[in-house]
């Protein structure tokens, strides 16, 4: 077992230049290590409102306070110069996203953490292939996260990246210390899963198939943000920090996110990292169709360098319709993050963010589009006459 860790521990390091790495079960479970390490009980994080819920939930269990930061509403990223010098000051960390592989401003952010004395932590969980500064995203920060369930498509794991190689064997063992044992039904459910997947697809059984797994409880978003419970929520911020209290929030989409991992879930996710290159030169591709494409928020990069992304937030006026339009063409859209988190979860659990208006205008618009179905995608929505959205310069984003 300690060999296939190693081995993609290895993959993942030459990715990064020589970056230690430690396998973790999940990236959201990376993360929870990293911030218990690097941040003190109690410390304010700034982090973006356009995320996984999942996520918040997460630096609520390492017992922080989560800071809403102001967002570029072209494409999601975080905007340091809108983020007051009160708001600075305060802080004890900060963590990126890099929203759909869209890299957060990392060379800006780590100077200001450095004067600041405060440590970056990246989420680069959409964000594997993607470079920012001349640097691979995931460098940047004293630690950062990647999952192997985004373009690995592994369904499963994920790395915890450090700058000091000196952390990875403490990490390692609090690692293991949070790690529940590796579970024969699980493994078996993990690998008939796709199957079972594709299956339904196949015999159209989609709708009975979701129904099957919301009756088996993998199902816990009736709606894109999943009920807050408040109430249970104050409880459990009582506790904090700490893992079990917050469990029902942060196992919701991956009920295995701190399963040691057995021997199947291993072996798949080794040969999906052995494709991955593979995979991000189809992302590369279809991203560039969908960003020269009049959705586009940014247009191509200027340097023609095109990022892997995970997926491309076009900019349509009515989301809804769009997400319709292309559910017709068996085009399903995920990785809607609307609300922002400040209006998902209220100042009873988040500072809000100082300035609002961008990510809120960003939500309510960007349609995430698998760059792999960017030709589909276009079509169903120009036959749908789609009308692309243009954020105001009133809501900010001057980088
Ligand atoms: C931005 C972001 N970070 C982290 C995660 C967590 O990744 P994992 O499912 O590997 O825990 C997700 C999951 O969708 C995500 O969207």
Redesign the pocket.
């Known amino acids: 077992m300690v060999s296939a860790y190693a081995e993609l521990e290895e993959h993942m390091r030459a990715r990064l230049g020589g970056r230690a790495c430690l396998h973790v079960p999940?990236?959201?479970?990376g993360?929870y290590l990293a911030l218990r390490r690097w941040c003190p009980p109690g410390g304010r994080v700034l982090m973006s409102p356009v995320?996984?819920d999942?996520?918040f939930f997460v630096v609520l269990a390492a017992g922080l306070r989560p800071v809403q930061a102001p967002l570029d509403p072209r494409d999601g990223s975080l905007d340091p110069a809108a983020v007051p010098d009160s708001v600075w000051s305060g802080l004890s960390a900060v963590l990126t996203?890099n929203?759909y592989g869209n890299p957060d401003p990392a060379p800006e952010l780590r100077a200001r953490c450095d004067r600041l004395g405060i440590p970056l932590l990246e989420?680069a969980?959409?964000a594997v292939g993607t470079t920012v500064g001349g640097r691979p995203v995931g460098t940047w920060g004293d630690a950062s996260v990647f999952?192997?369930?985004k373009h690995t498509g592994a369904k499963t794991g994920?790395f915890l990246s450090v700058a000091d190689p000196a952390e990875r064997d403490a990490l390692a063992a609090e690692r293991d210390a949070l790690l529940r044992p590796a579970r024969l039904a699980k493994e078996i459910a993990y690998l008939l899963r796709p199957h079972a997947e594709s299956a339904a697809r196949g015999l159209r059984l989609a709708r009975p198939a979701h129904a099957a797994l919301r009756a088996a409880g993998l199902h816990e978003r009736p709606g894109i943000r999943m009920p807050l419970r408040p109430d249970e929520l104050t409880r459990a911020l009582g506790a904090a920090p700490a893992l079990d209290p917050f469990d029902s929030w942060i196992r919701v989409?991956?009920h295995t996110?701190r399963l040691r991992p057995g021997a199947a879930r291993l072996a798949r996710t080794r040969r999906r990292l052995a494709a991955l290159d593979t995979v991000l030169d189809a992302h590369r591709a279809g991203t560039a169709r969908l960003l020269a494409s009049e959705y586009s928020g940014r247009g191509l990069p200027a340097g023609g360098e095109v990022p892997p992304l995970f997926r491309v937030p076009l900019l349509v006026e009515d989301r809804d319709a769009a997400v319709a339009a292309l559910a017709r063409r068996r085009i399903t859209v995920g990785?809607l993050y609307d609300p922002p988190l400040d209006a998902y979860a209220g100042e009873a659990f988040t500072d809000p963010s100082p300035a609002p208006e961008g990510a809120a205008w960003f939500a309510r618009h960007a349609l995430p589009v698998d760059p792999r179905r960017a030709d589909e995608a276009l079509a169903a929505l120009r036959a749908r006459g789609a009308r692309p959205a243009v954020p105001s310069p009133a809501l900010g984003g001057a980088r």
């Open positions: 999940s990236c959201r479970l993360l995320n996984d999942v996520i996203t929203l989420d969980a959409h999952s192997l369930s994920g989409d991956m996110y990785y």
